[in-house]
């Protein structure tokens, strides 16, 4: 029984009550989540948040998960970790403006959290190895009720999306939306944790989430090999959204900006990358780049 635990009211959980103000107004919660290989990247993407967003950022949250990586995450991250790195970053990024602030995942009480997002499951990683723990927490953690959750390797062109589009969704009740994508073919409906907001008011009301597992023969193929049967956050989304639990928006219009996916340590970490993010910031992409959600360096002249 993984769904059996009732959602806290609000006003139990510490977020203000909004009664739609002005979107203009409103300032936001950006909560992101790290690991010991992601110094080098924190020190470029945390300035491009607090330069794209300027004011209306409350705060920049960042939940550190100093846990050894596992499944296809571990291997996708294999040789990267650098704590002492992430240890400067987190200095440097702390001293730079007063907004940013770091958490250890470990400080947290976990059991509060799965309750509230998971029920009666305690799901810490899914079975690829992708955070479900701490991305929950890098939520809850966030002091605004706005927030916008994203990975550390996300970049944003922000041309009126999150006052014209982003907060008013949520203020209709849309419990997800994510920034439009830079991925101009198709309709893409299936929900992605690289970024995404919500209101915590209005999110919490529809948790837990349900429907947490992979199907039954490759839950049990999983058990056999040591790895947990449950799904990725997205995916978990995707399926709360089909069945009607939380509703779902990904936002359309790139002529309000967009957001990209750095993908690889190595390449947020280059000597070109902060090319790479200012070119973002201004909305300047290579026409090739405009179909992936992900970087592709070579669609913008790289040689790796």
Request: include cysteine.
């Amino acid at each position: 029984m993984e769904n059996s635990t009732t959602a806290e009211a609000p006003g139990q959980i510490g977020v203000d009550k909004i009664s739609n103000p002005d979107p203009f107004e409103i300032t936001l919660s950006l909560a992101s989540n790290a690991t010991s290989s992601e110094g080098e990247t924190l020190l470029r993407t945390v300035p491009h948040w607090l330069r794209v967003f300027g004011s209306r950022l409350a705060e920049v949250v960042i939940v550190v998960d100093l846990e050894p990586p596992e499944g296809r995450i571990a291997e996708f991250q294999r040789g990267q970790s650098v704590p002492s790195e992430l240890g400067d970053a987190i200095q440097v990024l702390e001293a730079s403006d007063p907004r940013v602030r770091f958490v250890s995942l470990s400080s947290l009480e976990p059991v509060a959290i799965q309750r509230r997002w998971f029920g009666n499951a305690r799901p810490i990683r899914c079975q690829a190895g992708t955070p479900l723990l701490a991305f929950a927490a890098a939520v809850d953690q966030a002091n605004s009720n706005i927030v916008l959750r994203c990975d550390s390797d996300m970049l944003f062109c922000e041309r009126g999306w999150l006052m014209n589009e982003a907060i008013p969704s949520l203020q209709r009740g849309v419990d997800v939306y994510e920034p439009p994508r830079q991925q101009i073919e198709g309709k893409e409906t299936a929900a992605s944790s690289r970024a995404f907001m919500v209101s915590k008011e209005t999110l919490y009301c529809h948790l837990p989430l349900r429907n947490l597992r992979l199907d039954p023969l490759r839950a049990l193929h999983r058990k056999m090999n040591g790895r947990p049967p449950w799904l990725a956050l997205e995916q978990m989304i995707t399926r709360s959204a089909k069945k009607g639990q939380l509703s779902h928006r990904i936002g359309q219009n790139i002529d309000l900006g967009f957001s990209l996916h750095g993908l690889k340590r190595a390449w947020t970490a280059a000597p070109w990358f902060p090319d790479v993010i200012r070119a973002v910031e201004s909305g300047q992409v290579p026409i090739g780049q405009q179909k992936f959600l992900d970087l592709h360096p070579e669609l913008w002249g790289i040689q790796l």
